[in-house]
């Protein structure tokens, strides 16, 4: 069996694994990426946020993006307790030097990435999974891996980054992924052609609809085609009795305003089923390793920050690893920097995110104010704008006392009742 050194081992080549790969091998690091699919492969999460630029910027691939992405200007609300939409643009966030971002089919923006992993100087292996992994008391790891045509090989390094995604490699291996049974949601989702857009600017807008048992998203791609899905409740998805297409179109069906949208639209293939949703590692680093991206955590994706998270994430991921293999002695301090901040950044979306359906948010939400700059704060929350000291975390607080106050006035009032799940969908 051959063996073969490097320094870093990534594996996984989505955005987080080739944005890792990437700025090490542009630090100097001999870096090997391993990928089980071969680019360009499928994935869902299309929505990009402002604070993406900057680090597509600085990956030097802007351009690239640019001519495949649809302009992103801002975001639609629509809800059916409302007689009215109501639209944010980023635009008016805190920091308004990044008034946009784009929506990317993730398949070319996926290869895009990866391409550019290769270009810097990883060795990118595709068509190769990882079958095991062991780390060695004397320090690194030793993996072994399994081509596409059947060759076994191993790779010995000094460092491995676990960028496998929802597939959360590591945090199975060490029986650490917990499942979030406070926000235990599922989705499912397909791609439509003919879909209603809106006009202008407003065309590249994100739409999210609510309805009594979860919420849709409406995001337009630069080929004329459009990604719809239903992230839902647990109840609502016990419901569910006929294959993923059929459950997809009885559950929009449930919307009238975005069956409105896709009133002469068609879905082009059959729409994909995915429980398990939300879900967090009980730790991000370790010997000689660290997690990126939904290799550690995996939110309701209802504020676009997947995609934001893995690469932002990563940036600081290489950052620690250099001090790591460059500076032992600051390997704890290096590691508890990087855990510390990404997993602040997903406890600030997480706050907003499990509340999304609840009454009062909706309804904070659908009457903006920017008063005290409240508006401006949220925006850029919306935005990412969540890592660095910012006056937005006093207004977001302000944000939260008016949730907690409206919530309390509903209960006293008697909130209004979630409706029991329909009956089971069974085929048509």
Known sequence: ?????????VIGGG?????????????????????????PRFHIGESLLPMNMPLLEELGVMDQVA?????????EFVSPWHDHVVEFH??????????????????????????????????????????????????GALATSRSDDGEVQQWRARFVVDATGRDTFLANRFRIKRSNLRHNTAAVFGHFTGAKRLSGLAEGHITIFWFDYGWFWFIPLADGTTSIGAVCQPDYVRTRAADATTFLMNTIALCPALGKRLMDARIIEPATFTG??????????????LMVGDSFAFIDPVFSTGVYIAMSSAFRAAEAIKIALRFPEQTVTAMGTYGEETERAINIFSWYIYRITRPAFRNLFMAPSNVC???????SLLSGDVYRPSPIFSRLLLFKGLFYAKTMIGSMRGGKKMPPPPPLMAAE
């Open 373 to 379: 700059r409240i508006e401006e704060a949220m925006m």
């Open 90 to 139: 980023f635009a008016k966030a805190w920091d308004k030097s990044h008034p946009s971002a784009f929506q990317v089919r993730r398949s070319e923006f996926d290869h895009l990435l990866l391409r550019n992993a290769a270009t810097t100087g990883a060795r990118v292996i595709e068509g190769c999974r990882v079958t095991d992994l062991e780390f060695r008391e004397s320090g």
């Open 67 to 75: 001519a495949i992405g649809m302009p992103k200007y801002g975001i």
């Open 15 to 39: 955005p987080a694994g080739s944005t890792t790969a990437a700025r090490l091998v542009s630090d100097g690091f001999d870096v090997v990426l391993l990928e089980k699919d071969r680019h």
């Open 276 to 289: 398990n949703y939300s879900y967090k590692a009980t730790r991000m680093t370790g010997p000689d390793y």
């Open 1 to 9: 069996m051959r063996e073969t050194a490097c320094e870093v081992l």
